[in-house]
């Protein structure tokens, strides 16, 4: 599977980095030119999940954009993309991804020690920034998953707490051990504790401190509203939306049927949205 944009839109697409991991996908050497990285090192969540910390020499990134990771696998450079959790000031380098089960290269990747070499494409890529985002009152980050990461990168910059009065992060997973980057989200937490409120979901595990469900489905029962203390509507709401293709699409319709619209850069609404897969 390709990675692809609808570009001019802002509601931006791109193949999902977990769904590209085979030898005859995406080949990166025909597709970017590369730098060396070194692994600084590498963090085990739970038996999937896992975040890869390295230095290399990139370009200047905007939060919110993505990065391309490959290793040189039999005859091939094998790479996929990945967004940065990392503010764009900070250093080292780190993503946010899942192991895919026989998957040539995020196997590889999970293995790699301080010091290991791999290849990082220098340029970014990707629109799924707070510069294609309107001006709003609040600002409502929905995530599941990996996709979580892209926006603790934009959460540690300056600019979404200038911009908005409130801000809601949503992260959607199966079961509470999936539920990483606690300490950052604390942080977050002490830091803007009248503008920022962090929502977890949980679908299949019960537990007393997250809303178990989809985000679609709490969005259209009003408990997502409920939780967040804060209204949706087309005057004061923006979202931006990262993750499962299905979750995407569907609160997208959601959103619709609520009268906000979708943000495209000729017409500028109230839906921002980046599918992975």
């Known amino acids: 599977m390709a990675l ?55 370009e200047p990134f905007s939060a919110g ?38 998957g040539p290269l995020t196997n590889r990747l999970i293995e790699l020690q301080a010091g290991d070499k791999l290849w990082v494409s220098p340029q970014p890529s990707g629109f799924f920034t707070l510069s294609e985002v309107p001006a709003a009152e609040h600002l409502w980050m929905l995530s599941t998953g990996t996709a979580l990461g892209v926006f603790l990168s934009i959460l540690k910059t300056d600019e979404p707490w200038q911009r908005f009065e409130k801000i809601v992060l949503v992260h959607a997973v199966r079961k509470a051990e999936e539920l990483n980057y606690a300490a950052i989200i604390e942080r977050l937490q002490r830091e803007h504790p009248e503008q920022f409120s962090f929502i977890p979901f949980v679908s299949r595990e019960q537990v007393d401190f997250a809303l178990c469900g989809r985000i679609p489905a709490m969005i259209e029962n009003g408990r997502l509203e409920e939780r967040a203390g804060l209204s949706i509507n087309a005057d004061q709401s923006q979202f931006m939306l990262c993750g499962n293709p299905g979750m995407v699409k569907d609160t997208t319709e959601v959103l619709l049927s609520r009268g906000l619209q979708r943000n495209r850069r000729r017409e500028p609404g109230q839906i921002t949205t980046e599918k992975y897969w």
């Not at 944009?5 to 030119?33: F, K």
């Open 65 to 102: 954009q993505f990065t391309k990771v490959a290793l040189d696998i039999e005859s091939d450079r094998v790479g996929r993309p990945y967004s940065y959790v990392n503010a764009p000031s900070e250093r080292p380098l780190e993503i946010y991804f899942i192991r895919v089960p026989n």
């Open 4 to 58: 692809y944009h609808t570009n001019p839109r802002v509601d931006i697409q791109r193949a999902h980095p977990n769904a590209i991991d085979t030898l005859s996908g995406y080949r990166g050497e025909h597709v970017a030119r590369w730098v060396e990285g070194q692994v600084i090192n590498t963090q085990r969540w739970t038996d999937q999940l896992y975040s890869l910390r390295f230095d290399a020499p990139v």
